[in-house]
């Protein structure tokens, strides 16, 4: 038994490093050779963690919240397991184990922090009760993979009975997971933003517009955005619960700030939702017992990646690359573009490959409305569905030139755009596009 | 001119992309200097089909198609006498399911408005979700557009919207997608459906004008490069290859 454990440590550890080699995202073949190997694998080195185990679900923020919770473990000496990628699948999670496991298939850790596909949670309990989740929000997103966005609560839900011990830290602001909580029974604890921030909702559309306990028609006080916000029923009792972590005072901008049990918190970068994410993070650190007396420390020190907000200053022009994958995740992506007042190009890569979910229709979800104002020097549209992104340009009367090839677009945009350069980008065109840029930047020092 | 576009309880039936197609309509009228409105009912509004000239109702999940079906019951003389005086109706996904007679689930059956013979069940297994490609007498290009959908529906004697060319259609079976009853089209085309395929747009515009207007209308020609490209675009990834639809489990 340990040898075929041993041996499925090697094959994986060695499919990533072929993979790395190629230049391929080799994890989720690391993980699959090794489950293939030794199907009892994954249980046994989720075993072998000391203390808990954290996985984060949710649509958004995920992987801002995981690797930002695993910061804070490791601030406090802690040696954790950290899908830091986002391969979030069975075997994007086996492989995290896996490669931090050594040669000899021993795994030294204290604490797990592992993201985790909402439908693939069914599939990934069966291996370790997990002692916290962290459920984000739910936002419509993939469709064509899991139907309707009712189908996603309902397995999230299966997902938690199956783990009826784990405390669930739940994000009180978004109905839906809110519901799925308590519908769980599984035993839970609130963040989110108690106050008022915004005083005029954009026209989104929003999930969720009816009781998911009664029927009747949900109320809101306000709405942060999408469906996310401070939410009661008019005809039954389901409201929005009391908060836990509330964060208060909000600062954003182009920077965010806020307040959670008495201590202000900065971070210097934008996106409303980013609030979320620190708040979860902090949330779930909290409730692992920690004093997180340090947390800011941690925040200063965290430099957001793998296309997360991330930055590159390449011959003169300032890029940020972001993901932008759903309607609830691009509608704060605009929001973040706009509140950078200085004139911008803006690039867009819309792919419709399996994990991108293959139904674009969701471009039209988004209020692309909101580019059309005089700071927007240029859009490029780029990507395998570049033409349906023009389409969606064109019926807001936006112009957009079509490139379907990214890293000819961003080259063109570095050499004759306005030095201030927002790339956005869906699921398969984040690490491909990532690597462009930290190409290009390598070719210029 | 002008024309009155009504969207039926886009609070409910509002999956994906739907807001596509009211946005095309109304792009697509006033390009050529026709004036268009929208008019949005929730599930308690009054409506006055008398002053609509083109209804759309979308798509939603199956549980709040079952919401909506409750109320239909007090709207459904009117949007009869709608559909049979030659109203304009384009019906998406759920909505399409709603024309008919029923649609029976698992969890029992929801009832339709009735209006034209139809009918869906839930199918077995799977749902129908991929990019689709369809032939349609009404148009002379491909209509290309994407299809979620549990539910099976024989649509009996009636008329399709298009023939399968790549995808399900209405059933997986028959090779055939949507119906067309009248100026009602239902179909299970989402992505959204009219801005890939302007001239199943402009359909729309010229059936529901010339019904107010009671005389033949030629409409403008706009340039359509991007909306062709878009469609050719889809037409030949898929043309001439065999859809398979996979168990969700699997995608799990």
């Known amino acids: ?445 | 001119m002008k024309l009155t576009i009504g969207h039926l309880y886009p609070d409910l039936l509002n999956l994906y992309g739907d807001r596509g197609n009211i946005q095309c309509l109304m792009k697509r009228c006033q390009w050529r200097g026709i004036e268009a409105e929208t008019k949005t009912f929730e599930i308690n509004d009054a409506i006055d089909f008398s002053s609509l000239d083109i209804v759309l109702l979308g798509g939603g999940s199956d549980r709040e198609q079952k919401l909506v079906c409750s109320k239909l019951k007090r709207i459904r003389e009117d949007f009869r006498q709608y559909v049979e005086d030659d109203g304009v109706v384009i019906a998406i996904c759920g909505g399409f399911q709603l024309l008919g007679n029923y649609y029976a689930t698992d969890d029992g059956v929801i009832e339709g408005l009735g209006l034209i013979d139809l009918e869906t069940e839930q199918g077995k297994g799977y749902r129908l979700i991929d990019n689709i490609v369809l032939r349609s007498d009404l148009v002379s290009m491909p209509v290309v557009g994407f299809e979620n959908h549990g539910g099976r529906t024989n649509i009996k004697k009636n008329k399709p919207f298009g023939k399968v060319i790549y995808g399900s259609g209405n059933d997986a079976q028959s090779g055939y997608e949507g119906v067309v009853y009248k100026n009602v089209i239902g179909t299970y085309l989402h992505g959204p459906l009219l801005p890939k395929n302007p001239q199943v747009c402009d359909y729309l515009i010229q059936k529901a004008l010339e019904r107010k207007y009671r005389k033949p209308v030629a409409l403008a020609k706009l340039d359509d490069t991007q909306e062709e490209e878009a469609n050719a675009y889809i037409y030949n990834r898929f043309k001439g290859k065999t859809s398979r639809p996979q168990k969700q489990e699997q995608l799990v």
């Open chain 1, 1 to 445: 038994m340990m040898l075929r454990r041993i041996a499925a440590v090697w094959a994986s550890k060695a499919a990533a490093k072929i993979c790395k080699l190629l230049g391929k995202q080799g994890v989720t073949w690391a993980g699959k050779i090794a489950l293939m190997i030794d199907p009892d694998i994954l249980s046994h080195l989720a075993g072998a963690v000391r203390e808990k185990i954290f996985v984060v679900c949710g649509t958004n923020g995920k992987t801002t919240t995981n690797n930002l919770l695993c910061a804070a473990l490791e601030a406090q000496k802690k040696k954790v397991v950290c899908n830091h990628t986002g391969s979030n699948m069975l075997n994007g999670c086996a492989a995290a184990f896996v490669l931090q496991a050594g040669w000899n298939a021993k795994l030294d850790a204290d604490y797990a922090c592992i993201e985790v596909d909402e439908a693939s949670a069914l599939r990934i309990f069966p291996h370790f009760r997990p002692d916290y989740m962290i459920l984000t929000n739910l936002f419509r997103d993939q469709l064509d993979r899991y139907g309707e966005i009712d189908i996603t609560m309902n397995l999230v839900r299966d997902a938690m009975n199956l783990a009826p011990g784990m405390k669930v830290i739940v994000n009180a602001d978004d109905a839906l997971s809110a519901f799925v909580t308590m519908e769980s029974g599984n035993p839970y604890v609130t963040y989110g933003i108690g106050e008022k921030v915004f005083e005029e909702s954009i026209n989104e559309i929003k999930e969720g517009r009816f009781c998911k306990k009664c029927g009747a028609k949900m109320e809101y006080h306000f709405y942060h955005f999408s469906q996310l916000g401070d939410y009661y029923c008019s005809a039954c009792d389901f409201k929005r619960p009391y908060i836990r972590y509330n964060a208060s005072m909000i600062e954003t901008g182009d920077h965010l700030a806020f307040t959670v049990e008495g201590r202000r918190i900065t971070a210097n970068y934008r996106g409303f939702y980013n609030i979320y994410n620190i708040l979860a993070a902090y949330a779930a650190a909290r409730e692992a017992g920690f004093a997180l007396e340090n947390f800011q420390e941690v925040l200063d020190a965290y430099r957001p990646e793998n296309g997360r907000m991330e930055h590159f200053l390449i011959r003169g022009t300032q890029i940020i690359l972001n993901l932008a994958k759903n309607p609830a995740g691009f509608n704060q992506n605009i929001s973040a573009v706009m509140e950078d007042k200085r004139k911008k190009d803006i690039i867009i890569l819309i792919n419709d490959n399996d994990q991108d979910g293959t139904d674009v229709s969701w471009l039209w979800d988004v209020d692309f409305d909101r580019f059309c104002a005089d700071n927007i020097n240029s859009i490029v549209v780029s990507g395998i569905r570049c033409q349906d992104m023009r389409l969606r340009l064109k019926y807001v009367d936006i112009p957009s030139e079509l490139e379907p090839d990214v890293e000819k677009a961003i080259r063109e945009r570095i050499a004759n755009g306005c030095k201030n350069l927002y790339v956005l980008v869906n699921y398969t065109g984040l690490y491909s596009t990532h690597n462009i840029l930290k190409k290009i930047a390598g070719e210029s020092k």
